[in-house]
């Protein structure tokens, strides 16, 4: 695992993690971006694996801010939440600290501005993965 990554083991099963994830997500003012899904992808094409999916997530307020400090820095909007089901059915959703995505680019004016996000997405998924 990437220095930086949040992992959160949930006992709720895969399809409803993700959509309580996305639903956790507008309700915390962002957008989903887009939700790629290799495992839905595979059914798609009668094939069966284990259920994964990615959850892109940002909004242009938090993108006006992260562009104003670094445009290289706006490779890594939109940021994602990456939802995978365990062996027993339950689901996990891994994530990176926007902080430690942010890190590398050696702009001090990112710090409050991942931060900030750090503690966004933290939120997003402690309320999505709660019972």
């Known amino acids: 695992m990437l220095p ?8 709720l099963a ?14 915390h003012g962002l957008v989903v971006i887009a939700r790629p ?18 959850i892109l997530a940002f909004n242009n307020d938090f993108a ?4 104003a400090a670094s445009v290289a820095a706006g490779f890594e909007a939109p940021m994602r939440l990456y939802v995978t089901e365990e062996a027993d059915r339950t ?4 994530y990176r600290l926007p902080s430690a995505l942010l890190a590398p680019y050696g702009v001090s004016e990112l710090v409050p501005l991942g931060r900030e ?7 997003i998924v402690a309320e999505a993965a709660g019972a």
């Open 14 to 27: 895969f399809d409803d993690l993700v959509a309580r994830l996305e639903r956790s997500v507008q309700a």
């Open 91 to 94: 689901a996990a959703v891994t």
């Open 64 to 67: 006006v801010r992260l562009l």
């Open 117 to 123: 996000l750090d503690q966004l997405f933290a939120a």
């Open 37 to 54: 899904s290799a495992s839905r992808n595979a059914a798609a094409r009668g094939v069966q694996i284990p259920g994964n999916a990615m």
């Open 4 to 11: 930086g990554s949040i992992v959160t083991e949930t006992r």
